[in-house]
Nanobody, 121 residues
Framework: QVRLVESGGGLVQAGGSLRLSCAAS????????MGWFRQAPGKEREFVGA????????YYADSGKGRFTISRDNGKNTVYLQMNSLKPEDTAVYYC??????????????WGQGTQVTVSS
């Protein structure tokens, strides 16, 4: 089982930026596609974006297109979510997840514990 630990959340003003990190345990990190999700208070968890095993391909939900960038460093067993031009509606707990495959963000192998992002207006 892969253990995932997110970090980098915090309080930021609207228009600001944050970079979230997700560190994975184990030696097989490069074998997995990874995804980022978020859950706002009173709402269901939603998909943010995904990255392929090599990091060469990414795709995003409409909410983050043009503002969010996912990257990974397989040598450090870490995946990142760079968030720019943040809006108050981006306020949520952000989770990373191991995906069953790059094109399937609905089948999750394991979740991290989440990190809170709060965007003030």
């Amino acid at each position: 089982q892969v253990r995932l630990v997110e970090s980098g959340g915090g309080l930021v003003q609207a228009g600001g930026s944050l970079r979230l990190s997700c560190a994975a345990s184990g030696r097989t990190f490069s074998s997995y596609a990874m995804g980022w999700f978020r859950q706002a208070p009173g709402k269901e968890r939603e998909f943010v974006g995904a990255i392929s095993r090599s990091g060469g391909s990414t795709y995003y939900a409409d909410s983050g297109k043009g503002r969010f960038t996912i990257s990974r460093d397989n040598g450090k067993n870490t995946v990142y979510l760079q968030m720019n031009s943040l809006k108050p509606e981006d306020t949520a707990v952000y989770y990373c997840a191991r995906l069953s495959s790059y094109g399937d963000y609905k089948t999750i192998g394991s979740w991290g514990q989440g990190t809170q992002v709060t965007v003030s207006s």
